[in-house]
């Protein structure tokens, strides 16, 4: 099967098992396509292990699977669209209402959560003898660290909660995620580059990356906001919005600077200055093209990530470090969130529910499961595993569980912030 065969294939089973959730199941959509297609893996490996299922097929599914190249779907794929389409509905009012808050939690906690989980994680590895390189530590922590837009904005945003509290978890979760994939390029680059770094290259490389992408994308969004303001043609328009993470994404990557990061900003600028001009009829035109956009490739991408799941080997290792992995990484965004709001609460009183919501709603998704699938095979071998295969299967192990599990259970404590909030604290 072709790349565009197995594409279509599996966005018409993510289809239907929506139309079985909404018509049985009532769970949000993310979650049962997350969870259906981990089931569907589980029974697949165990149907083949005693022989149910021919071996050949499973094969013929894994090479199937493994066509697609999961990493570069996404990144050099649908990531464009999807934090474009996610920061259109991001109101530029809230955000100057958070302009402390989710600066300080897209950068400064992402990065002290990055050396936290290195830190321990090689502690805990060295105890218990499994010698792996303090930077494929830190390179799992600088992947697992940033909360996933994608994920995040798929679940929480539909819950409602209270309109400080949803600013500031879905603002961090699109900055964060242009600020962690920046600290994991420069760490990718210490790890596997070929100079030896210095000090000042790797700040320099992490502020070319951060910087500069949300230069390259404000000057995108002004652009396309004049281009589209003098298109006299709606229908144009809003073809012309499809351009930024098609076209624009592609020149941020070749100009290397951070395209995640521009396509927020630049999405922030057309969601809020763009639109605004437009009249009613137009601005829902925009809104459903790009939510429906949304939805098809949300379906398509979560389908994929339990379906990942076929393609693993398992080891020993991988076990412990898995059950080693998801506490450490609660610990790690709890522990960053509880210092930040620390600060926080010299500059304004907050909702006794916040930390919480933040700390379980801080979902992991494809993004940090895309950039552990592009650590190169072979880069150390630790008690005969791969390491790849080790900061793989951990990072699938805290995405599942935290799209599954997390997104799940997160509604109670949503419902006592909207209740806090309607007694006028």
């Not at 994991?184 to 210095?198: D, Q, W, Y």
Request: contains cysteine; hydrophobic residues 55%.
């Amino acid at each position: 099967m072709s790349v565009y065969d197995t594409i279509s294939v599996i966005a018409a089973v993510a289809v239907f098992i929506s139309l079985f959730n909404q018509r049985f199941g009532k769970f949000q959509t993310t979650i049962a396509i997350t969870g259906w297609s981990v089931a569907i893996s589980i029974l697949v490996l165990v149907l083949s292990k005693f022989g149910i299922i021919p071996l050949h097929e499973q094969q013929e599914v894994i090479h199937m699977l493994q066509h697609i190249q999961f990493d570069d779907f996404l990144l050099k794929g649908v990531l464009g669209f999807l934090l474009f389409g996610g920061a259109l509905n991001i109101e530029l009012t809230h955000l100057k209402d958070q302009k402390f808050e989710i600066p300080f939690l897209a950068l400064v906690a992402t990065l002290f959560s990055t050396f936290f989980i290195g830190a321990l994680l090689f502690f805990i590895f060295q105890k218990i003898g499994i010698h792996i390189d303090f930077i494929y530590c830190l390179l799992f922590g600088a992947l697992i660290s940033p909360t996933d837009p994608i994920a995040v904005l798929a679940i929480v945003k539909k819950m409602r909660a209270p309109q400080r509290v949803s600013t500031q978890i879905e603002g961090e979760s699109l900055f964060n995620d242009g600020v962690g994939l920046v600290v994991f390029v420069t760490l990718f680059e210490v790890a596997f580059g070929k100079s030896t770094p210095t000090v000042w290259s790797t700040v320099e490389l992490f502020l070319h990356e951060a910087v500069g992408g949300i230069l390259f994308g404000l000057v995108l969004g002004v652009l396309f906001h004049h281009i589209i303001k003098r298109t006299p043609d709606s229908m144009m328009r809003l073809i012309l919005t499809m351009l930024i993470p098609t076209a624009g994404y592609v020149l941020g990557e070749h100009l290397e600077v951070s395209a995640p990061l521009a396509m927020v900003v630049s999405g922030i600028i057309i969601g809020n200055i763009t639109r605004g001009g437009m009249d009613e009829q137009e601005s829902h035109q925009m809104s459903h093209l790009w939510e429906l956009a949304d939805e098809i490739l949300n379906a398509i991408l979560f389908l994929l990530i339990g379906l990942i799941m076929l393609t693993f080997s398992f080891h020993y290792i991988d076990i412990i470090a898995v059950l080693i992995a998801v506490p450490l990484v609660l610990c790690s965004r709890y522990t960053s969130v509880k210092l930040s709001y620390v600060l926080f609460k010299f500059y304004r009183r907050y909702n006794p529910e916040s930390v919480k919501i933040l700390t379980w709603g801080g979902l992991r998704g494809g993004l940090a499961l895309a950039m552990a699938m592009a650590i190169p095979t072979g880069a150390q071998v630790v008690n005969g595993v791969d390491i790849k295969e080790i900061i793989v299967l951990m990072t699938y192990a805290v995405v599942v569980f935290s799209i599954i599990v997390q997104g799940s259970t997160i509604t109670p404590m949503i419902q006592k912030a909207k209740d806090w909030e309607k007694k006028g604290y």
